[in-house]
Nanobody, 121 residues
Framework: VQLQASGGGLVQAGGSLRLSCAASGRIYSNYYVGWFRQAPGKERELVGAISWSGGSTYYTDSVKGRFTISRDNAKNMIYLQMNSLKPEDTAVYYC???????????????WGQGTLVTVSS
């Protein structure tokens, strides 16, 4: 599966951004699709993930209530709606696909290129 992310940019604190990720190829029904981020000097972390075939979701605690991940199976698209952005959300964001257990340990079967999100204070 090939992934192409887009939608990053510069936004003020409190603002919103929506990231998009286009997937090409077959996505196994038991996989999750999600977003990781990596801030300068920090380890990559899983931000959120959603089951490709169902509604199960996972979010890291720091984004719960602010970020929403969704997918459009017909279009093979994955989205990350980010609201109430904070400067600490500044990072390169990557879309990814894989088993949730793999993603929760920092891995994935396929990665998109990163898109930079910068939140100014």
């Amino acid at each position: 599966v090939q992934l192409q992310a887009s939608g990053g940019g510069l936004v003020q604190a409190g603002g919103s951004l929506r990231l998009s990720c286009a997937a090409s190829g077959r996505i196994y029904s038991n996989y999750y699709v999600g977003w990781f981020r990596q801030a300068p000097g920090k380890e990559r972390e899983l931000v959120g993930a959603i089951s490709w075939s169902g509604g199960s979701t996972y979010y890291t605690d720091s984004v719960k209530g602010r970020f929403t991940i969704s997918r459009d199976n017909a279009k093979n698209m994955i989205y990350l709606q980010m609201n109430s952005l904070k400067p600490e959300d500044t990072a390169v964001y990557y879309c990814a696909i894989g088993p949730l257990v793999t993603m929760r340990t920092g891995g994935a079967r396929s990665w998109g290129q990163g898109t930079l999100v910068t939140v100014s204070s």
